[in-house]
């Protein structure tokens, strides 16, 4: 055992789009997060694992954003990223290079203020600002909160991502591993693929029913010596209107959604994969606890 081996749990915090899947799949080096640009794209708590094996081993959360829920689902995803500020080593928040703290904000530094662990900000996005535009940003947030760091980086384009490495590892105690060190996700291959499923959708659908959907693996099965593997599907929607247009015209909606998905789940499986896709119409799943549950949103987990 290294005796500087260090390793501990670290979540991602932030309003919804503002990165935190994005960063997440930048450090791991590989897609475990789902993104897209509309909100609600992560539900449930995704560990993921970053091992260096002369540093140490880093745990990371991503949770789902924090804000006001309207329903179920959203009170379940909440809780869920409320929790694990206090169960966590260090937080990262995620916030785009504004000088402006909205109200989304506010209620953020409102939950930080109740827990004692250490808080890195992460500005994230400085890609799209001029340089010069970013210390008015440090600025605005320093004045609010007291953070352990604060780091301003591009997640999409791993700039200073090696920085905040760094930083996390100033922040962690002395200890083993938690994890193997190939170890990337305690995520299961089903419940990826049903995600990997849920942003193809998400990107192809209109702003209107994503938030509306829900996606279950009914079969993943790999065929014996043939380097195949058959997994069935089922996009869960809310309406009969927006089954319609998620099979789209001719089917062709869920085509695109099954070809792009097949291609994304090749990489993952690392063999060629048979998709086949349903549409369900199961009205009001996000207020209901049974569906939520059935769906792998469980408070438990």
Same mark, same amino acid.
């Given at each position: 055992?290294?005796?500087?081996?260090?390793?501990?749990?670290?979540?991602?915090?932030?309003?919804?789009?503002?990165?935190?899947?994005?960063?997440?799949?930048?450090?791991?080096?590989?897609?475990?997060?789902?993104?897209?640009?509309?909100?609600?794209?992560?539900?449930?708590?995704?560990?993921?694992?970053?091992?260096?094996?002369?540093?140490?081993?880093?745990?990371?959360?991503?949770?789902?954003?924090?804000?006001?829920?309207?329903?179920?689902?959203?009170?379940?995803?909440?809780?869920?990223?409320?929790?694990?500020?206090?169960?966590?080593?260090?937080?990262?928040?995620?916030?785009?290079?504004?000088?402006?703290?909205?109200?989304?904000?506010?209620?953020?530094?409102?939950?930080?203020?109740?827990? !004692?662990?250490?808080?890195? =900000?992460?500005?994230? $996005?400085?890609?799209?600002?001029?340089? *010069? #535009? +970013? %210390?008015?940003? &440090?600025?605005?947030?320093?004045?609010?909160?007291?953070?352990?760091?604060?780091?301003?980086?591009?997640?999409?384009?791993?700039?200073?991502?090696?920085?905040?490495?760094?930083?996390?590892?100033?922040?962690?105690?002395?200890?083993?591993?938690?994890?193997?060190?190939?170890?990337?996700?305690?995520?299961?291959?089903? !419940?990826?693929?049903?995600? =990997?499923?849920?942003? $193809?959708?998400?990107?192809?659908?209109? *702003? #209107? +029913? %994503?938030?509306? &959907?829900?996606?279950?693996?009914?079969?993943?099965?790999?065929?014996?010596?043939?380097?195949?593997?058959?997994?069935?599907?089922?996009?869960?929607?809310?309406?009969?209107?927006?089954?319609?247009?998620?099979?789209?015209?001719?089917?062709?909606?869920?085509?695109?959604?099954?070809?792009?998905?097949?291609?994304?789940?090749?990489?993952?499986?690392?063999?060629?994969?048979?998709?086949?896709?349903?549409?369900?119409?199961?009205?009001?799943?996000?207020?209901?606890?049974?569906?939520?549950?059935?769906?792998?949103?469980?408070?438990?987990?």
């Amino acid at each position: 055992m290294n005796q500087s081996f260090k390793s501990g749990f670290v979540t991602l915090i932030g309003r919804p789009n503002v990165g935190k899947s994005t960063l997440m799949n930048q450090l791991i080096g590989q897609k475990i997060a789902i993104t897209s640009k509309k909100p609600q794209t992560t539900r449930n708590r995704i560990q993921t694992v970053y091992t260096d094996p002369e540093k140490g081993q880093i745990v990371f959360l991503d949770t789902p954003g924090i804000h006001k829920a309207k329903n179920k689902l959203g009170e379940y995803m909440v809780n869920v990223a409320q929790r694990a500020l206090k169960e966590v080593d260090v937080v990262l928040w995620l916030v785009e290079p504004t000088t402006f703290i909205g109200a989304g904000e506010q209620h953020i530094i409102q939950q930080l203020k109740k827990v !004692q662990t250490p808080v890195i =900000l992460v500005i994230n $996005k400085v890609d799209t600002v001029k340089k *010069e #535009e +970013i %210390p008015a940003s &440090i600025d605005a947030y320093r004045k609010v909160y007291d953070f352990a760091e604060i780091v301003p980086l591009s997640a999409l384009k791993g700039e200073n991502t090696a920085l905040l490495i760094d930083l996390i590892f100033r922040y962690l105690s002395y200890g083993p591993m938690f994890y193997d060190e190939d170890t990337v996700t305690d995520q299961p291959e089903r !419940q990826i693929v049903a995600e =990997l499923i849920r942003e $193809k959708a998400l990107h192809a659908l209109d *702003e #209107e +029913i %994503p938030h509306g &959907i829900a996606v279950s693996v009914d079969k993943m099965r790999e065929r014996k010596g043939a380097g195949i593997t058959d997994i069935d599907a089922t996009i869960i929607c809310e309406r009969e209107s927006h089954k319609g247009i998620i099979i789209g015209k001719g089917g062709s909606m869920l085509k695109k959604i099954g070809t792009n998905a097949r291609f994304e789940i090749e990489r993952l499986l690392d063999c060629k994969v048979n998709l086949k896709l349903w549409v369900k119409v199961k009205k009001d799943w996000r207020d209901s606890d049974f569906l939520l549950k059935n769906f792998g949103y469980r408070e438990d987990d």
